[in-house]
């Protein structure tokens, strides 16, 4: 078990284009997560996966993001239209299911956005 | 809404200290605090899981206690190194329906000097 994995660690890009990410989970881990960091701050949720349901989305998550876990493995995180202030880290985590929420979270190393 | 706070912002230390990391949140009903490292530019290194019924956790150098009713946690480093230096970061998954996801602090930096 090698962790959780994301895809590519940097990303630079013009303004206006689209970007796509990837996280690969921990094997059988149902639970996968994206939150995104800015500078200074923590990171905050965006959106939550159980299997290949996504099952919740904060409000940060504008239209022009959209994530998809097809077939509850993997999961990739698309911004279109790209702007200067999604220039941020972008995080993902997986869990495992234990019954319960209260299980530990594990992340990836993320993978920092930058919008030129 | 769950709001963590974490005081200091930012510490320096000299090699050898022991040291304490705060964190305060406002809502008790949570299911876990979970402490986090993070390098520079890097993700996050989960370090230590306190459950909700649980007082303290220790992992080596590393004591976390969780004071569920007072809201506040702390994270306690024996006899630090310059290998420590990083930001900490804690967490909280609050009980509330619907949520499934962590509610994090700003982070402490620390710098542990040689």
């Known amino acids: 078990d090698t962790g959780v994995s994301q895809d590519p660690r940097h990303k630079i890009t013009k303004r206006g284009q689209n970007v796509t990410f990837r996280c690969d989970p921990i094997?059988?881990?149902?639970?996968l997560y994206w939150y995104r960091q800015t500078l200074g701050q923590g990171p905050e949720f965006l959106t939550y996966?159980?299997?290949?349901?996504?099952?919740?989305k904060s409000r940060l998550l504008s239209d022009r993001f959209s994530a998809e876990r097809p077939k509850g493995s993997f999961s990739t995180l698309e911004i279109q239209r790209t702007e200067q202030g999604d220039s941020a880290m972008y995080l993902c985590?997986?869990?495992?299911?234990?019954?319960?929420?209260?299980?530990?979270?594990?992340f990836g190393q993320g993978t920092r956005l930058t919008v030129v | 809404k769950q709001e963590v706070t974490q005081i200091p912002a930012a510490l320096s230390v000299p090699e050898g200290e022991n040291l304490v990391l705060n964190c305060s949140f406002t809502?008790?009903?949570?299911?876990?605090l979970q402490w986090f490292r993070q390098d520079p530019g890097k993700g996050l290194t989960s370090l230590l899981l306190i459950q909700s019924s649980q007082r303290e956790q220790t992992s080596g150098r590393l004591n976390a206690s969780l004071d569920k009713s007072s809201g506040r946690s702390t994270l306690y480093i024996a006899a630090s190194q310059p290998g420590d230096s990083a930001t900490y970061l804690c967490?909280?998954?609050?009980?509330?329906?619907?949520?499934?996801?962590?509610?994090f602090g700003t982070g402490t930096r620390l710098t542990v000097i040689p």
């Open positions: 809502d008790s009903a949570i299911y876990n």
């Open positions: 985590a997986s869990s495992p299911f234990q019954g319960s929420l209260n299980t530990e979270a594990f």
């Open positions: 996966f159980q299997n290949e349901a996504q099952l919740e």
């Open positions: 967490a909280v998954r609050p009980i509330i329906s619907g949520a499934n996801n962590l509610f």
């Open positions: 094997s059988e881990h149902n639970r």
